[in-house]
């Protein structure tokens, strides 16, 4: 992984330290806030997209609206700018790891990850959307590689010694404006589009909390229940294929995590229930 040069400037107030990782927007940098004196996490977007006046403009919205979400299963977002011809968020600074990170461990020592430690885990989530959707903001990208695990204080009762924290909220709507990625290629994780993402119509809430159902799949299964490699596959297989039964890939799961409402060939595609609405079913 490259720096881009970062490493031991000093932007804004914030000196960079080292980098942490990249992504198809950005790279994300430890650094340290040299007004506090505390260790942040700050996202540098890439220079050509960083170029871009409509991108700064939609950059700034964004960053500013996740700026104003405030709850413990969300990465707080402290200051965002343009200085240096860089646009750039600090975040609060989280070093557990990533549930990809965390799944990926397991995996390599041919282990699952428990299914109650699934099961919170994935509640943490849907509380943190909860409360970001009753905010008017979607996340449009929820996947482990976007959910940052620290040691839990509270709130783990007993079934993880984890805290889930959701990062990246606003990006994927940035991507979705029609900003490309590096490579070239539309922003998005087909595994866990949901059916209205694939077809590019209009998202709500909803498209989370599918999403969010792929997760859960996943974390219990220990594989993606679809694995498209294109957006005409995703389409397909996230609104007209039938979920693949968990014990088919993990003998003894229990038979009602593939519970679903998914369409049959020919008719239209499912649309998921609010959180609200599946949290009332679950009262």
């Known amino acids: 992984m490259s ?27 430890q650094a340290v806030d040299l ?28 960053a500013r609206a996740a700026a104003r979400l405030d709850h413990p299963g969300i990465v707080r977002v ?43 885990l994935t509640r943490q989530v849907a509380e943190a959307l909860d409360y970001a959707h009753k905010q008017g903001m979607i996340h449009r990208d929820i996947k482990p590689d976007n959910v940052i695990l620290k040691l839990a204080t509270d ?19 940035l991507a979705e404006g029609g900003v490309q990625s590096v490579s070239g290629q539309p922003m998005g994780t087909y ?7 694939c077809l590019a119509e209009d998202l709500d809430a909803r498209t989370d909390i599918y999403a969010l159902g792929v997760m859960l799949y996943e ?23 039938p979920l693949p039964p968990p014990e088919k890939y993990r003998p003894g799961a229990p038979a009602g995590t593939h519970a679903g409402d998914h369409a049959e060939p ?9 959180i609200s609405e599946r949290a009332g079913a679950r009262a």
Do not use: C, N, W
Request: charged share 20%; proline share 6%.
């Open 3 to 29: 720096d881009m040069g970062l490493v031991g400037r000093t932007i804004d107030h914030y000196r960079i330290e080292q980098l942490l990782g990249q992504g198809g927007m950005g790279s994300v940098f």
């Open 35 to 62: 007004h506090l004196q505390r260790p942040v996490a700050l996202k540098v977007m890439h220079a050509h997209l960083a170029a871009r006046q409509e991108f700064q403009q939609r950059f700034l919205q964004e």
């Open 78 to 120: 402290h200051a965002f700018g343009l200085e240096q011809g860089m646009l750039f968020m600090v975040m609060e600074l989280i070093t557990g790891g990533s549930l990809r990170g965390y799944l990926q461990h397991l995996y390599e020592q041919q282990k699952y990850i428990e299914l109650p430690e699934a099961v919170e």
């Open 155 to 173: 709130g783990g009762q007993g079934l993880t010694k984890f805290r889930a924290v959701l990062t990246d909220f606003g990006l994927a709507k």
């Open 191 to 197: 595994p866990y589009m949901s059916p209205e993402q």
């Open 219 to 241: 974390l219990a299964v220990g594989r993606l229940p679809y694995l498209p490699k294109t957006i005409t596959e995703a389409i397909r297989m996230h609104t007209r294929e």
């Open 266 to 274: 020919g008719e239209e595609p499912r649309r998921p229930l609010p």
